[in-house]
């Protein structure tokens, strides 16, 4: 729960939720419905009011878990833009207490697209900055990879990108979360997905069983003072 003024928000509520190795899990729901906030809870950056987070069957009471973990926040990643991408991989790698490899660099530039790795960040365009950050959240080959608004500010063949690379990760048995507002992109990707409304998880099954559920749609159609049209025939 988050505070608001005199009252709070529930932003999560007994929201269960577990990934398998190797699974492409999309999560999905409106704007302010929780997927961020869930996100947060997951890497540790928001503190639960109740409830536990397991890694592996076991509760998360150290750093070793974060070591596994890679996550991109709302479209962006932490990345320093006085430094390239190659000086922040190196970075990240640290941060996470992960051995740097250079050719698994140089796989991951040319899998995502990445043209400038030694230029800095600060030259570089949003569509750019943002493959890098991606790269910087897979450098230290984690086992659980949360994204969060990933195609934001990609181009057609940036989103391709992605696309290939984390299905052909998670054939590796690395798993992902992805939430975003690309309906598309989803599709392609997960299998699975996970919709959350209000802080409730309301879905989460296969992709297929969840697009040929029925759906209650009312439409309203206020006349003006001509009247309605005729309306065309099916």
């Known amino acids: ?15 269960n939720f577990a990934v398998n190795c ?10 302010g419905a929780g997927k961020t906030t869930l996100v947060k ?13 397991l890694w592996k069957s076991q509760p998360i009471i150290n750093r070793q878990y974060l070591n596994s973990v890679g996550v991109l926040l709302e479209g962006r990643g932490v990345i320093n833009d006085r430094l390239s ?15 740097f490899s250079k050719p698994y660099f140089e796989w991951l530039c040319s899998k995502l697209g990445v043209s400038k790795p030694y230029t800095p960040m600060r030259t570089l365009s949003t569509g750019n900055k ?28 940036g989103v391709d990108k992605l696309e290939r690379l984390i299905k052909e990760l998670s054939s590796g048995g690395s798993a992902f979360v992805v939430a975003s ?21 309301v879905y989460d099954g296969q992709q297929h069983d ?4 029925d759906r209650d749609v009312r439409v309203s159609i206020t006349p003006g003072v001509a009247g309605l049209p005729d309306l065309p025939q099916p």
């Open 1 to 15: 729960t988050f505070p608001t003024g005199n009252s709070s928000i529930q932003a999560l509520d007994r929201f």
């Open 22 to 31: 190797g699974e492409l899990v999309g999560l999905l729901g409106p704007n």
């Open 41 to 53: 809870a997951l890497t540790t950056l928001t503190t639960l009011d109740s409830g536990e987070l």
């Open 85 to 99: 991408p190659f000086e922040n991989a190196r970075y990240a790698c640290g941060l996470k207490q992960a051995p």
């Open 130 to 157: 943002l493959r890098c950050s991606l790269l910087c959240s897979l450098i230290h080959k984690p086992e659980l990879i949360f994204l969060d608004e990933p195609t934001n500010g990609l181009d057609a063949e």
């Open 181 to 201: 507002h690309d309906l598309d992109f989803i599709e392609r990707s997960c299998k699975r997905v996970v919709c959350i409304s209000v802080g409730v998880k």
């Open 210 to 213: 969840f697009r040929t559920l």
